[in-house]
């Protein structure tokens, strides 16, 4: 009588299986953001003759962007990335060309840009990812026509539209809001850096090439995006501790 008295004895509930966020799969984002131009450029007579001191020029404005990717998280906190984007934009600002006492100014715009490159994160949270970015970029630069500000000069200049090559470093975060699964908010700093090339400049009623600008452009840009991720795996598991 007495064993039966005793209380049984019950091992303790196994740990419970929480789920976490899971960053493996790939998404579309799009958004906007605001950016900074600034350029250092030297002016040469069509004989390669400097004609102006090294100066520094810029602009400012705003973008639209549209992109993709895929993730996949391992280790199990850390997420590497692949991923590409477009912004169209309206980055803008006077250029001044220089050429010694008499300046020229115009507006040149940055009117699109891509990129393409990879991601490395850390999950700082469940849902929170901070990661770095780089790789390569284009960006696209509109004409432009300088008019004399005032001296004897040749009126008006021209330089055509063109295209730039060159590579960008970044930081940012994304966050999984939890009103739609998979619906995420993503905000990133990025520096791009095009590497110096040297526009034709020309001037109406005369024939060919009046003069060099050589210039080096760098842009900095603040974007933020709405992202919707298609998650491969679902939700990965996680030992829940007491």
């Not at 993503?186 to 110096?196: G, L």
């Not at 003069?211 to 996680?238: C, M, W």
């Amino acid at each position: 009588m007495a064993a039966d008295l005793r209380p049984a004895y019950k091992a303790p509930p196994a740990p419970s299986v929480l789920p976490v966020a899971a960053w493996s799969g790939c998404y579309v984002g799009a958004g906007g953001g605001y950016g900074m131009l600034n350029q250092d450029h030297t002016e040469y007579f069509s004989s390669g003759v400097p004609a102006s001191y090294s100066s520094t020029t810029g602009g400012r404005g705003w973008f639209g962007t549209v992109g993709a990717g895929c993730d996949y998280q391992f280790a199990p906190s850390w997420v590497v990335g692949v991923f590409g984007d477009y912004d169209f934009a309206s980055i803008s600002g006077d250029q001044t060309l220089s050429f010694s006492t008499t300046p020229y100014t115009g507006e040149e715009k940055l009117k699109w840009a891509w990129a393409a490159g990879g991601r490395l994160g850390y999950v700082v949270v469940p849902q929170l990812l901070a990661y770095v970015s780089g790789g390569y970029t284009q960006a696209h630069f509109d004409g432009y026509t300088a008019i004399q500000i005032d001296g004897a000069g040749l009126g008006r200049l021209n330089v055509d539209s063109n295209t730039r090559s060159g590579w960008f470093i970044g930081s940012g975060y994304e966050y999984q809001l939890g009103w739609i699964p998979g619906l995420t908010w993503k905000t990133e700093y990025r520096f791009s850096d095009f590497k110096s090339e040297t526009d034709p400049i020309y001037s109406p009623g005369f024939v060919g090439v009046v003069a060099y600008t050589d210039s080096h452009k760098y842009v900095q840009t603040i974007r933020s995006e709405l992202v919707y991720r298609f998650n491969f795996g679902g939700a990965a598991p996680v030992m829940a501790k007491y």
